[in-house]
């Protein structure tokens, strides 16, 4: 979370103090970013990879055209890495020249406080993401594909999600303009959406509704909007630190893979498995490059993501928990979000006084950040446990996130058979 600062919010008086700006000495105020946290990158990348193709080659036996698909998207999602990896230095001097940069708050009082932090880099993420899945179509769908129609109209949700995000970065749109935004993004998904709209009635329950499965019609549309609308905006205001936003869809994304590689290699349904690996060519490509944003956006954030990241991660995570048909899955996945919003919903629904920055306060003397009364999940957890830093506290954010996850696999596993 940054309080952002336009070059054009410059005043008069401070214009004509200023002397003629030369390419060098423009140079000198606007010093290159840090370069990215390679390591911390490659040792995680290193230890998923093991558990991902052990499951992928040794563990379930699948099919090998679905592994070719799979393998040739992740191919397309690694040089996806390196090439945002690439681009974000060079993105960050335009978005600098534009007066797209802020100030970290969680560092006021300090020399880090002062510097200018490049700006809505997840605009870089987005375009990658874009090209390698459009690049995709070429190897694993042909003309006649009946999943060519949905692939398409959900990149054009998320296309449209980017563009809105990155508006919305520009022209700092109300927070309940925000909560629109995804409704507007996600009507190419809706309209092009030709798959079922029954649920399976949870086992417990037949004898009360009478069925086993129930067509919900339009209110399954309904509901496939909603689940857009909260997947985008949990992720934008579960925020504030730096590395949170990113890594929250890490671990997501991780759990994503997991949990579609798990239904693929349990299944015998081949339309059940198509579904998941389409799921998993959306999700290797988000992924790669959120991987690669995080190599600059974690402690302490050579560049911001912006409300274009958090709305484009949001959306490609709704999309494919909707066409992958594990919309129930994917909001246990959410849990941390869930409760963030139910903490943030007194303040959101105007109950109680929202600031425009909901954030801990920062102690410069200590370099420890302080919980606040504000409804957010950042600031109930330094309630209950205490100061804590900045790196601290999103490490431990995370490993809830990453705990959530794995309580979602354990009730899978003890409900099978019972529940559905």
Partial sequence: MAARKRASATTATDTKQSPPQTQETTS???????????????????????????????????????KR??????????SGFFLTQRMIPVASRY???RGLFGFDINKKGTPQGTVKVPESLGIVVGIVFLVLTILFQYFNFTADS???????????????????????????????????????????????YAGHTTIIIPKP??????????????????????????????????????????????VIALAILIHNLMQIGASSDPEYKQAHAFSIYLVQPLLATSLALLSYN????????????????GMTMAVVGILGHYSETLLIF???????????????????????????????????????????????????????????????????????????????????????
């Avoid at 390591?39 to 090998?64: D, M, P, R, V």
């Avoid at 004898?207 to 549309?221: I, R, T």
Wanted: glycine share 6%; proline share 6%; net charge positive.
């Fill in 334 to 420: 959410f849990l941390p979000q869930v409760l963030n919003f139910l903490l943030s919903l007194p303040q959101l629904s105007g109950y109680v006084k929202c600031p425009r920055h909901r954030l801990p306060r920062f102690n410069p003397e200590t370099g420890l950040l302080i919980g606040t009364r504000d409804g957010t999940l950042v600031n109930f957890y330094l309630r209950i446990f205490g100061p804590k830093s900045e790196k601290s506290l999103c490490a431990h954010l995370l490993l809830v996130q990453a705990l959530g996850c794995c309580f979602c696999f354990m009730l899978r596993y003890f409900l099978a058979g019972w529940y559905k």
């Fill in 69 to 78: 698909s799979i393998l040739i998207n992740a191919s397309l999602s690694v």
């Fill in 205 to 250: 329950l037949v004898s009360y509704v009478g069925q086993e499965v129930l067509d919900l019609g339009w209110v399954y549309k309904l509901y496939m909007g909603l689940l857009a609308v909260f997947c985008t905006n949990s992720i934008n205001i579960h925020a504030g630190l730096n590395g949170l936003e990113v890594g929250q869809t890490v």
């Fill in 146 to 192: 009946n999943w060519l129609v949905e692939y398409n109209a959900a990149l054009a949700s998320i296309c449209f999600m980017i563009l809105l995000g990155f508006i919305d970065d520009v022209l700092d749109v109300p927070w309940r303009v925000k909560l629109l935004l995804p409704s507007i993004a996600a009507l190419p998904l809706l309209m092009a």
């Fill in 95 to 97: 978005v600098l020249k």
């Fill in 28 to 66: 000198q105020i606007e010093p290159p970013i840090a370069p990215p946290k390679k390591g911390l990158i490659f040792i995680f990348c290193g230890f998923f990879s093991i558990a991902y193709f052990y499951l992928l080659f040794q563990h379930y036996k699948i099919e090998q055209d679905l």
């Fill in 298 to 313: 974690w402690y302490p954030s050579s560049v911001f993501v912006g409300d274009t990241y958090t709305y484009f991660a």
